[in-house]
């Protein structure tokens, strides 16, 4: 009886729409973006055909659209790379995953939607999914600092290229509080990096600090009694994130007689999101 089933089943494939062998979704890890912030974007393809289907063997089998509430079309400023040939068999679901915020123009707040059109090479036709909206907003202005990009080793007597840090607060879905740094030119002409740094509570006041080597030195509240200490270098790479437990003392930034940034007071916490990356000794 399963036998028959199954082969009835097959036989009926073909009689059903193409919407309903293979189905495109987009998902994406959040509702509301800053900005110029990554947008990591999932395409799920679930083949339900009877037959395996490949994709991505040329570079327009997965086209992306964005546009606004208002119909506006997004300008794209280039085609979002997406090569990399693979397999789909009947009953199976795979997932291709992309960063759309490079290579579209959303500078300006408000409501959009995207969607993804994925070519089915063996049957020469197009599926589109449902579009999936999200937010442009923007945060508030916590504090900024320009800094000078030290030089390289052995290079001197050279005009030193000036950037800007830019401390940012954003409420998230207007429930969660959302501490981001934005990284740019002097001018803020010249975007190089915006993310968020982590969440926070909404009565933390930040602590940010420029050591000598213009690495910037950030601690705040991110709990009840947690604190989080993040350091971020001159090129937006945050190279320290450790967590903090508010004790006897407040965790607070102070620098020591080397004149090195350094965490005072409180208990440090390990945590999986440490950077580095904590080194826990095994149980015996």
């Known amino acids: 009886m399963k036998i028959h089933v199954a082969a009835l089943g097959c036989l009926l494939l ?89 290579h579209f123009v959303l500078s300006r707040t408000g409501r959009y939607k995207v969607t993804a059109t994925v070519r089915v090479r063996e049957w020469d036709t197009i599926l589109n999914s449902s579009p999936t ?26 005009v030193p290229e000036v950037r800007k840090y830019i401390l940012q607060q954003a409420n998230y879905l207007r429930t969660q509080l959302r501490l981001y740094l934005r990284l740019t030119d002097a001018a803020e002409s010249r975007l190089i990096k915006v993310f968020p740094i982590g969440p926070m509570v909404s009565f933390s006041r930040p602590e940010p600090q420029l050591d000598k080597f213009s690495n910037l030195h950030l601690l705040f509240q991110d709990g009840a009694r947690s604190f989080n200490y993040t350091v971020v270098n001159p090129d937006g790479e945050v190279v320290l994130r450790q967590t903090y437990e508010y004790l006897n003392t407040r965790p607070r930034l102070q620098v020591d007689e080397s004149g090195k940034i350094v965490v005072t007071g409180g208990v440090r916490r390990l945590a999986t999101s440490d950077v580095p990356a904590p080194q826990i000794p095994a149980r015996p």
């Open 14 to 102: 073909p009689l059903l729409p193409l919407s309903a062998q293979v189905t495109v979704d987009v998902t994406l890890e959040q509702e509301q973006f800053l900005p110029g912030e990554s947008l990591p974007t999932a395409v799920r393809i679930t083949n339900r055909s009877g037959q395996t289907l490949r994709f991505g063997s040329e570079p327009d089998w997965l086209v992306f659209s964005v546009e606004s509430s208002d119909g506006f079309v997004v300008v794209k400023n280039s085609e979002v790379p997406v090569l990399g040939e693979f397999a789909v068999e009947s009953s199976q679901m795979a997932t291709r995953r992309v960063d759309l915020a490079p």
């Open 133 to 158: 909206a999200f937010d442009i907003i923007n945060g508030a202005r916590l504090w900024t600092q320009e800094f000078g990009v030290p030089l390289a080793p052995g290079v001197t007597n050279e």
